[in-house]
């Protein structure tokens, strides 16, 4: 079936630390990739995007490569700051025309000054 | 745009009590999502409206709960009758199809107790 496998959480960093946040999937077809972020008290909001093999999304300093080939969409950032601390949600969207997301399992950031 | 809006944002009721969550879809768009979020089973999709006609309700739990979307810009989210294990934060999302975009937009969720 569809899903979105993320790496288990927490993930604790010093500020000023890099960040990767893994993710793999299973999908049919060529589906779209999406890096979500929840921080505390609110609603999951949009990241970062990609919707083709080998597009890299970026946003606020965070990047994601949609690597068809390993089926991964690892989120990297090279400096975090304690304002980045939030969950983290990889999801995917399949190519068929159906506009539900499939979300991972989340992964909580916290960057300690 | 405001956003989209849910009420009430906290909710806190006695087992076997209705229970009824609202949302308010962005103006234009045509998809709304209802989700819950646990700590034991994360962000799970209960049901989703295109056109405010119910697409995929495989995620509604059981019977207890229902949903409905009476026109473009008003859904609700019913449980009835509560249990403690349906204590959860309850997030309402929308989207607009025509942009190509799909990006889903969420509300700030109701995070639902119940005793």
Known sequence: GNSVTQMEGPVTLSEEAFLTINCTYTATGYPSLFWYVQYPGEGLQLLLKATKADDKGSNKGFEATYRKETTSFHLEKGSVQVSDSAVYFCALRLQTGANNLFFGTGTRLTVIP | ?115
Not at chain 2, 41 to 47: F, K, N, S
Request: include cysteine.
């Open chain 2, 1 to 115: 745009d405001a956003g989209v809006i849910q009420s009430p944002r906290h909710e806190v009721t006695e087992m076997g009590q209705e229970v009824t969550l609202r949302c308010k879809p962005i103006s234009g768009h045509d998809y709304l999502f209802w989700y819950r979020q646990t700590m034991m089973r994360g962000l799970e999709l209960l049901i989703y409206f295109n056109n405010n006609v119910p697409i995929d309700d495989s995620g509604m739990p059981e019977d207890r709960f229902s949903a409905k979307m009476p026109n473009a810009s008003f859904s609700t989210l019913k449980i009835q009758p509560s249990e403690p294990r349906d204590s959860a934060v309850y997030f309402c999302a929308s989207s607009f199809m025509g942009t190509g975009s799909y990006e889903q937009y969420f509300g700030p969720g109701t995070r639902l107790t119940v005793t």
